[in-house]
């Protein structure tokens, strides 16, 4: 009974550490940036494009922009997004160097490389963990981008490939997902196209792309890191009221954990789950006890019949009802620390959850003194069956 205890304790528990660490996490898909800008539209659909690579930009900010914004006093370092293309169904960020030096995720971490270097040479391309891993490249590998953000099926800039510089280190983000490139390579490739077709009877070869001027003149979002956090709400506002064009600036953390309340009734119905089989083997417990009552009837009137009254024998159900729930809650917390300390590795390299093993949070606490608690008060109903129990109920036989 006591192992049933300690699988739902895990169960809970675990559910709980999971939850929280995952908000955690994913409240740190983007550290140390202080804002995140782009053309005006909802903070949620900003993010979800900017840092998730999800959905599409309604529209793209001037590259005028993008240079006031990282001209301004109160800037240290401004990072340009591109998106729109792909590669095999994995989206192609056009940016700069400074985006491996400035972009942090988790406990401020920067982005390494596993093998390579960042891009030097204009089709130069740095890959995520999981763009070599499921299409196993390498250093050196080349690839071709298509034209188009939607998946398989586009237009190829077959004319110009790239070589693969890089490859990063697993994140657990969408930048394991990503094809990097320099932003003079998004409008190198499409130097002879128009209207997102190829131009008729108009081809540049690679090998010339360098006499044009490669100068961005539209980006999708921007990376902002300031000189002092104090000045982040002035420095919003001066995005907001830009007068060039209409722009938006949100606060990561704050856009994210907005997020993070769309899709919280998940994480909510994975814990009503657990506090179900939580109640399961609390119900367990009853049912197994008072089924030995059956049993012990003869062992009970014996006690009584030396002097154990029945609020003795209640008190020794109870106790022992309460042993179990507590052997079972140990136990369920030392597996899920032995469980955590194999499983952390995991969840840190696939899934990006910073997973603390043997570090309970204050709810997962609350829930295992809670659970203690309702085990103890489940345990008195065998132990008031029993205080029912008269001795000449146990002594006398059954036919």
Known sequence: MAVSIALSVMLLLGVEQLRTQAKQSFSQSISGTDLVAGARTSPIQLMLY??????????????????????????????????????????????????????????????????????ADIFDAVIGADVAEQLGYHVGHSIVLNHGAKGLGLAEHTDKPFKVSGILERTGLPVDRSVHVRLEAIEAIHLDWQGGAPMPGVSIPAEYVRKFDLVPKEITAVLIGLKSRAGVFQMQRFINQYKGEPLLAVLPGVALDELWSIVSIVEKSLLAISALVVAVGLSGLVAVVLAGL?????????????????????????IEGLMVVTAGALLGVLGLTVLGLFAAPVLEAHLGISYSAGMLSAEAWRLLLLVMTTGFLVSLIPGYRAYRMSLADGLIPRL
Do not use: C
Request: net charge positive; proline share 4%.
């Open 50 to 119: 900017a840092v998730f690579r999800l959905g599409d930009a309604t529209h793209n900010i001037r590259w005028s922009s993008f240079q006031a914004i990282a001209e301004h006093p109160a800037v240290a370092w401004a990072v340009p997004i591109s998106l729109g293309d792909s590669h095999r169904g994995f989206a192609v960020v056009g940016t700069n160097t400074a985006y491996f030096e400035h972009f942090q995720y988790g406990d401020h971490r920067l982005l390494t490389f596993v093998e390579g270097k960042p891009f």
């Open 294 to 318: 059956g049993e012990r009837r003869r062992e009970l009137a014996i006690l009584r019949s030396v002097g154990a009254g029945p609020r003795v024998v209640f008190m020794l159900l109870a």
